[in-house]
């Protein structure tokens, strides 16, 4: 079975230094991966995907993630935190002919 | 622009009470999926539906049923509301081109059973 890992249920950082958010996945075949964001009380917002077309893949926000197959990683990335990108993460993988998988889920804090 | 919108933001009901969330999309999508969330257990998938009339058991089924007449639209039924129940409920759908498809999340709402 499918699976994602997110090392980290909770991060912190400070305003203005770098945002990493791992992801892991297991995968026998080519994956699709997602990751979206939930800002409080609010549904999950997609915030970027990859889909085979390029590993590093520019998101929504000024964020990004590579996908690294000898890895099986995901991880997102942004260079300068903002007091408004404290949320909730997601990663997700598409199996084909499957339902999503999503992986825990890790809280982002940014601090001032 | 996508919309996935659900009935309540928040909901506040009482043992034993039977509760309908009801969830529409407008974009056409075959696919529509309820989950609750619970802190430190992430998403759950509880049922969803891949045609109208059709409906597939998730992760965690007991409890809820569902119901799709139309295409747009996804009901998620307690038929006997008990405070375990209490969570946030998210609807999403999603299309069938594949699996780089987005699933698409409504807004959440927020169950409490008293």
């Known amino acids: 079975a499918q699976s994602v890992t997110q090392l980290g249920s909770h991060v912190s950082v400070s305003e203005g230094a770098l945002v990493l958010l791992r992801c892991n996945y297991s995968?026998?075949?080519?994956?699709?991966l997602f990751w979206y964001v939930q800002y409080p009380n609010q549904g999950l917002q997609l915030l970027l995907k990859y889909t085979s077309a390029a590993t590093l893949v520019k998101g929504i926000n000024g964020f990004e993630a590579e996908f690294k197959k000898s890895e099986t990683s995901f991880h997102l990335t942004k260079p300068s935190a903002h007091m408004s990108d404290a949320a909730e993460y997601f990663c997700a993988v598409s199996p084909p002919g499957q339902n999503f998988v999503f992986g825990p889920g890790t809280r982002l804090s940014v601090l001032p | 622009d996508v919309k996935v919108t659900q009935s309540s933001r928040y909901l506040v009901k009482r043992t034993g009470e039977k509760v309908f969330l009801e969830c529409v999309q407008d974009m056409d999508h075959e696919n529509m999926f309820w989950y609750r969330q619970d802190p430190g257990l992430g998403l759950r998938l509880i049922y969803f539906?891949?045609?109208?009339?059709?409906?597939e058991k998730g992760d965690i089924p007991e409890g809820y049923s569902v119901s799709r007449e139309k295409k747009e639209r996804f009901s998620l039924i307690l038929e006997s509301a008990s405070t375990n129940q209490t969570s946030m409920y998210l609807c999403a759908s999603r299309g069938t081109s594949g699996p780089t498809d987005t699933q698409y999340f409504g807004p959440g709402t927020r169950l409490t059973v008293l």
């Open positions: 995968s026998s075949v080519p994956p699709y």
């Open positions: 539906s891949y045609d109208v009339k059709m409906k």
